[in-house]
């Protein structure tokens, strides 16, 4: 059951497409952000997911690393980031109609067997598991959404999706990568 909307925007690609990776939610690991694109390294178009992390010098995090980040099938590269942060970059583009669907805000577009995963993913957590059904299966949900934004419901019919699209300015990565510095010995 929905209890509120979100009211600040939230990362699409962590909703979306972060389910694909195959990681677990609930974890102690998780990523600090996810994004779509990167100034200068990436493009929407490259079909890419970026996940920063938080670089751990202990056993629990190299595991992970090496398992679930690293060791995972979208894995493409990975860019060590300034304030011990880290870069690892996925590669969706074996799920064209998925990065369409997404790219395009048109979530209710997404393959079946793709929203199932994604909602999956979200078991566990009424209130998001019910924002996510929401955006991805709106049919049931237009009628409360229309009463909590005093719209009518004819409106959220025709526009068809009740989750916004990807602000890509919010899903662009910025930071820049890490410069190792080499010392001269002659």
Known sequence: MIKS??????????MFLYPFLGIKRGISV???????????????????????????DNEEF??????????????????????????????????PKLWSSFMRGKYTEMPKDKKD????????????HSL?????????????????LGVPVEVLKEVG????TPNMEKEKLTSDVKQIQFLDYI
């Open 132 to 148: 996510i059904d929401s955006y991805l299966n709106p049919d049931r949900y237009y009628q409360f959404y229309a009463d909590e």
């Open 30 to 56: 998780t990523p600090l952000e996810s994004y779509v694109s990167w100034t200068g390294m990436s493009e929407p178009e490259d079909k890419n997911l970026i996940c920063v992390y938080t670089l751990k």
């Open 117 to 128: 995963l994604i909602l999956k993913f979200f078991e566990g957590n009424t209130q998001n």
């Open 62 to 95: 190299k595991l992970f690393e090496r398992t679930k980040l690293l060791g995972n099938s979208k894995f493409s590269s990975f860019y060590e980031l300034p304030d011990n942060k880290g870069a690892y970059v996925f590669t969706f583009e074996d799920e």
């Open 161 to 164: 999706q009740l989750c916004e």
């Open 5 to 14: 909307l979100y009211t600040t925007y939230t990362q699409k690609s962590r």
